[in-house]
């Protein structure tokens, strides 16, 4: 099994920052893209930052200049750093990763990728 286990969200007022963490366990063999998804209720879970396992970023545009993705592959963590937080960033984060996992605990047979997300984390920005 795999999992993916975020912590970092909270309230916090309109200017601040968060940090967001997500770290992948279990019978991994390959951790390939991962990302962080946001979801208000009655929309679509839309992306907002995503880094390669060779750390090419991309970022939605609202987030540019703001947002920061990085990920420890020796932890297999992702992280997001959010800075001058606005109002309208509030929203439920997931944490997604592209992951290749091992056929069973110990052994070494990778199976074909696929893709995994966290349990979710709540961000609330005060105005």
Sequence with gaps: QVQLVESGGGLVQAGGSLRLSCAASG????????????????????????????????????????????????KNTVYLQMNSLKAEDTAVYYCNANINPRRGVGISIREPAREYWGQGTQVTVSS
């Design 27 to 74: 019978s991994i063999f390959s951790i390939n893209a991962m990302g962080w998804y946001r979801q208000i209720p009655g929309k679509q879970r839309e992306l907002v930052a995503a880094i390669t396992t060779g750390g090419s970023t991309n970022y939605a545009d609202s987030v540019k200049g703001r947002f920061t993705i990085s990920r420890d592959n020796a």
